[in-house]
């Protein structure tokens, strides 16, 4: 059964005719990453370790992916899926601001979103029964865009300065001496998908007087879609009408719900 075939037009976004070329964020073509994309559901359940299914995730909407000729197309910057690792910098601001409830964290007790899994669906707008877009296993969080940038290695290729879809700000100086104050990175890049207010947001904005969290996933537990081959249930679609994230128990309950 194609694509078409599974996601009826009633569901769909109309599709316009468009280039070979769809545009947005780039995936990528060769390494570890582009080797765990567009994985069936019983691929996926035979690669993750079956310990790790029962780790909890938050899932959320990625308003920002597209589906253009039964392909996703990013048109934002987060997640960021460059340089063969999924990074969440940009986006969900105020729930990376507080730790996951009770019974949705990770086993690292200092470090509350270490080890639990980040579930990204495209938007019902786009494609219903939505689809899963990526998963990441996340390794660490960070309080700041100074100390992601440090930690892994200066990634210029996800530098907001230097690609218009780059989703950490890389800092001037290291030690970073006020690493949420904006003036203290590299300018703006006037082309990037954030304009100059939604990178001071990005960099410095506090929600009850916490920072967001940046959130990096593990290298070898992180999947991608460039096709919504893992659709959630109608049932579950259904139910899940009135918000944009939730929290589940474990990877395993989300997967019951996917097919």
């Not at 230097?162 to 104050?181: K, L, M, N, T, V």
């Not at 049932?235 to 944009?244: L, T």
Request: charge should be positive.
């Amino acid at each position: 059964m194609s694509l078409v075939d599974r996601f009826p037009v009633s569901c769909t976004k109309p599709f316009a005719v468009r280039p070979l070329s769809l545009g947005g964020q780039p995936f990528p073509t060769k390494g570890a990453l582009a080797r765990r994309q567009n994985l069936s559901r019983d691929q996926l359940l035979a690669v993750v370790n079956r310990p790790l299914l029962n780790r909890p995730v938050y899932a959320y909407v990625v308003t920002t992916a597209e589906v253009r000729h039964t392909h996703f197309v990013q048109m934002g910057c987060a997640p960021n899926f460059q340089g063969d690792r999924i990074t969440l910098c940009t986006c969900k601001h105020m729930d990376r601001a507080s730790p996951p409830p009770s019974g949705c964290r990770g086993p690292n007790l200092s470090d509350a979103w270490a080890g639990i899994w980040i579930a990204g669906l495209g938007s019902r707008s786009e494609i219903c029964p939505r689809a899963l877009f990526y998963l990441m296993l996340v390794q660490a969080s960070y309080p700041s865009h100074a100390d992601l940038w440090q930690a892994l290695g200066c990634p210029v290729i996800k530098s907001a300065h230097r690609d218009r879809y780059g989703d950490i700000y890389e800092p001037i100086a290291s030690p970073c001496p006020a690493p949420w104050d904006p003036r203290v990175y590299t300018g703006h890049l006037g082309m990037h998908v954030h304009d100059p207010d939604a990178r001071a947001y990005d960099i410095g904005q506090t929600f009850h007087g916490r920072h967001p969290q940046l959130l990096a996933g593990t290298p070898a537990q992180s999947y991608l879609w460039s096709q919504p081959m893992i659709t959630l249930t109608t049932v579950y679609d259904n139910d899940w009408a009135s918000a944009h994230h939730r929290f589940l128990s474990s990877l395993g309950e989300l997967l019951a719900h996917l097919r």
